[in-house]
């Protein structure tokens, strides 16, 4: 069966750190791989979406970034973080579009101070 | 535009009580509708989907929801509210433009509160 894993669960940074959030998935191949964030508990805002290893497509500027070194790893990433920054973080997975359901990992919750 | 609205910040329900979370789309062709739950802290979980067929779709933990196209309406209904039903509830529809990549469109959520 397929698993998705994301860490860390929770980070605490300082405002300017760099950051790092990873994303693993397990039992499939060539999967579709998404980073949200939620903001206060609520809305889903799409970060990056990749199709296949090095493709990253970005929904929105910001002072993020993505990457997909490997077939089943999506890393979110950070040069100096803004307290803006701040949110819980979602990777998900897919087999494709169309029908097919998103899976999601536990959250990653980040608090920039 | 594609989009999904979800007119209510919050549900409050009683247990044992019939429940209702409202959601309607707009999106060009035939929709692909989905939804899911979130509990505090905890990333998504899918509940039900509708493609095509039946416009009644059952999905986990008792859950159901009704297509209705000529209301452009997904809502999702239980007809016996648990106390551990209490949480986050989203809706989506596929975005279905030409040239997206037919990436989930997310409603803003509705906070489900169950009382004994």
């Known amino acids: 069966s397929q698993t998705i894993h994301q860490w860390p669960a929770t980070l605490v940074q300082p405002v300017g750190s760099p950051l790092s959030l990873e994303c693993t998935v397990e039992?499939?191949?060539?999967?579709?791989l998404y980073w949200y964030r939620q903001a206060a508990g609520r809305g889903l805002q799409l970060l990056f979406y990749?199709?296949?290893?090095?493709?990253i497509s970005s929904e929105v500027p910001q002072n993020l970034s993505a990457s997909r070194p490997q077939d089943r790893q999506f890393i979110l990433s950070s040069k100096k973080l803004l307290l803006s920054d701040s949110g819980f973080y979602l990777c998900?997975?897919?087999?494709?579009?169309?029908?097919?359901?998103?899976?999601f990992g536990a959250g990653s919750r980040l608090t920039v101070l | 535009a594609q989009s999904v609205a979800q007119p209510e910040d919050q549900v409050n329900v009683a247990e044992g009580n019939p429940l209702t979370v409202k959601c309607t789309y707009s999106?060009?062709?035939?929709?692909?509708l989905f939804w899911y739950v979130q509990y505090p802290n905890r990333g998504l979980q899918f509940l039900l989907k509708?493609?095509?067929?039946?416009?009644l779709v059952k999905g986990s933990y008792g859950f159901e929801a009704e297509f209705n196209k000529s209301q452009t309406s997904f809502h999702l209904k239980k007809p016996s509210a648990l106390v551990s039903d209490s949480a986050l509830y989203f809706c989506?529809?596929?975005?279905?433009?030409?040239?997206?990549?037919?990436?989930?469109?997310f409603g803003k959520g509705t906070k489900l509160s169950v009382k004994p």
């Open positions: 990749s199709v296949g290893i090095g493709q």
């Open positions: 039992g499939t191949s060539n999967p579709n």
């Open positions: 999106v060009s062709g035939n929709p692909y």
């Open positions: 998900a997975w897919s087999a494709g579009t169309g029908a097919n359901v998103l899976t």
């Open positions: 989506a529809v596929r975005d279905r433009r030409r040239g997206s990549q037919g990436n989930l469109i």
């Open positions: 509708y493609i095509t067929g039946d416009n």
